[in-house]
């Protein structure tokens, strides 16, 4: 997981216990869709809540305009943190101040929908068919559709050529490979990947584990599967591999990033974040590729997709959801690639991308599953101090156990 989204995971798991659902305004039309925007009456003007990162709002304010000379509708852009957006949304939107249209990651559904600030919405069959499907099951909830995706993200094998002239294929190959280039004490390793939970998933989900039971936008949070026999297989092959490996315990992005960088490290583990990072260092030498097979099956891999939500507030729903779809169509999305690098949620602009560095992710995302979007994921996030015990060689299962534990008392002391 990037250091922003650690960040934000922690910050949000302070403030889980105490998060109470607002009262969404009181709607008697359908959900809203693209199509239905011509029989709606047109607004002069909507507002969109963009991220504040550059090249985002950019291409934002690239499309709205777009949008703008089609349809005559202003469409103002404003730039807003989204870390930030979910509680300035809170307090803005009930007042009439906040946006008809806002950008979220899709992990943050669920306090969306719980504190009554996204739209459920129905996206038109052409439309929904052009989005890759763990981008339209990432922004699912509760059996209802949310979101019209912009990008996926989710991480690869970056290997150094010089060094691993093939990726590897499997895991027991990673262990060979592995085995011919690491020398702990001249700071060499032949793989490494960050002790996180996010970065264990290929290990937990390929023996039968799971976090919750259910399915991407109907999870059935009281069936906790962390601490499951697949679970328990899988994380005492994690922590073999860990070891086999020689990955230190106490591992860190940065120290990894280092390493990587200075041809110290054949392999590893990481987001496509850190492309440009690696380009610049090692340049024709940089590889990617899927992660290798785990348990003799494509390893699965978290997904994370970011997209634009309508406000329950806005009086102009059926054109925000236009306004959302036209953003995200292909053409836009190639846009929006072309402009930050991010790998566009469409299908037909992901095949288009002709850079080779891709390829390692966009095969992934195949075998990718989304990062549940539920409020309840917030605790799991205790499974990181589970690693932690299970990199030192405690007993898996006891570790495991006692996790659940405590990922089910914060569920239940927050009412959910």
């Given amino acids: 997981m990037s250091a922003n989204k650690k960040t934000m995971a922690l910050a949000v798991m302070a403030a889980f216990a105490v998060v109470t659902a607002a009262c969404a305004p ?32 950019k291409v934002a304010e690239e499309i709205a305009k777009k949008y703008t000379e089609q349809t005559g509708i202003q469409v103002d852009v404003e730039p807003v943190s989204g870390g930030e957006q979910v509680q300035k949304l809170a307090l803005a939107a009930p007042s009439g101040k906040g946006p008809d249209l806002f950008y979220q990651p899709q992990d943050r559904l669920g306090d969306l929908v719980a504190q009554g600030l996204a739209e459920p919405i129905q996206i038109s069959e052409d439309a929904i068919q052009g989005y890759s499907e763990a981008a339209v099951e990432a922004v699912r909830y509760d059996g209802q559709t949310y979101g019209y995706p912009i990008s996926v993200e989710t991480y690869a094998l970056y290997y150094n050529k010089d060094l691993i002239p093939e990726p590897p294929a499997t895991v027991e190959d990673v262990n060979k490979l592995g085995a011919s280039l690491t020398d702990t004490k001249n700071d060499r390793y032949g793989f490494l990947m960050v002790p996180d939970f996010y970065y264990s998933i290929p290990f ?6 799971y976090i919750f039971g259910g399915k991407p936008g109907s999870y059935e949070v009281a069936d906790i599967g962390l601490n499951n026999a697949g679970t328990v297989e899988g994380l005492t092959k994690y922590q073999q591999f860990m070891k086999q490996n020689a990955i230190p315990e106490t591992l860190t992005i940065d120290v990894m990033d280092t390493l990587f960088t200075e041809s110290k490290a054949g392999m590893i583990v990481n987001g496509l974040w850190s492309l440009k990072t690696y380009r610049e260092k090692l ?6 590729a899927p992660l290798p097979s785990v348990n003799g099956k494509a390893a699965p891999s978290f997904v ?17 959801a236009d306004l959302a779809e036209f953003m995200t169509n292909d053409e836009n999305a190639q846009l929006y690639y072309d402009t930050t690098g991010e790998i566009p949620a469409r299908s037909a602009v992901q095949g288009k991308i002709a850079d080779p560095s891709y390829k390692g992710f966009t095969d992934q995302i195949a075998s990718g599953i989304p990062m549940p979007n539920v409020p309840e994921m917030t605790p799991v996030w205790e499974m990181d101090n589970a690693l932690d015990f299970i990199m030192k060689g405690q007993d898996v299962k006891s570790v495991l156990d006692e996790s659940v534990e405590k990922i089910s008392q914060q569920i239940a002391a927050s009412g959910k």
Wanted: proline residues 3%; charged residues 25%.
């Fill in 204 to 209: 937990i989900a390929n023996y039968g584990g």
């Fill in 283 to 288: 340049g024709d030498k940089l590889g990617t």
């Fill in 26 to 57: 009181d709607r008697n039309e359908t959900a809203p869709t693209s199509e239905a925007s011509a029989e709606a009456a047109k607004p002069e003007r909507l507002l969109v809540w963009s991220n504040d990162d550059a090249n985002q709002l």
């Fill in 304 to 320: 994370g997709v970011k997209s634009w939500f309508v406000s329950s507030y806005t009086k102009n729903a059926q054109w925000a």
